[in-house]
């Protein structure tokens, strides 16, 4: 079988984590949580998720075709965890060929029973990046690229868009001069979480990755992928004296 190229998965904040181990072992372990640590707390949020169903790898290759139907879009995401130790694996913009290819490429067949497989829906991405919502004022920062937030989150890559609520309420804007997609990034912002609204809202603290996407319907809607509510993801902004 000829050797197919292969994607660049797209960094996210547990590359980040895992690089911190060399300057903070603490910080880092309190910030490498397992991906469907954010996961779970996307759905326990209920915000705007992609659809996903886990299983074992073992069961998922012997009719992956059930979990594709189950999840239902054409393209794919893939996170492939190990049931004990380190060396998850993840991969996007798949099709079906595609993420049975990226499985047997990345584990060898004897080391299959040791994982556990997530499959969930991938859409065309307009917009991708990140929110931090603070505690104390409730300021929120967003960092966005256009078309994917690869490597925002792991610190690599300059933000195309910046997008900041300061202690007022108010938004600014920074390399986004488009109102339609200004409302589009404001829609998300608005669908974590939050009491009240306009200036006077108050979002869930807590650090969001997310994409505005263009579903297989063509409709344009956020969809959050990872929501990290523990303490060490907090900024210590504090309000201006």
Known sequence: MADKPTKKRSPDINDWARALYFFN?????????DKRV???????LGLPRYENIEAELIAFLENPNQYFVAVGSRRFYINLIP???????????????????HIRSKIA????????????????????????VGQEINEVEGEFRRKTMSGIASGFIT??????????????FRGLN?????????????AIPHS????????????YELAIVKDD????????????????YQPKWKKQR
Do not use: M
Not at 159 to 172: A, L, M
Not at 196 to 207: D, I, K, L, N, V
């Open 178 to 190: 488009d109102e339609v997609s200004r409302r589009q990034i404001l829609r998300a912002i608005y």
């Open 38 to 44: 954010g996961i779970a707390a996307v759905k326990e």
């Open 25 to 33: 072992n603490h910080l880092a372990g309190q910030l490498d949580e």
């Open 196 to 207: 009240s609204q306009g200036r006077s809202a108050w979002f869930e603290p807590g650090y």
């Open 83 to 101: 049931k004990q130790g380190i060396g998850r694996f993840g991969e996007y913009n798949l099709s079906r060929d595609d993420v049975i290819f």
């Open 217 to 232: 319907f063509g409709v344009v809607r956020p969809i959050f992928t990872d929501c990290r509510t523990n303490y060490f």
């Open 109 to 132: 067949a004897e080391d299959y029973g040791r994982y556990v497989i997530v499959v969930q829906q991938y859409f065309e991405n307009i917009y991708g990046g990140s929110i931090v």
């Open 159 to 172: 933000p195309e868009i910046i997008v900041k609520r300061n202690e007022y309420g108010e938004f600014s």
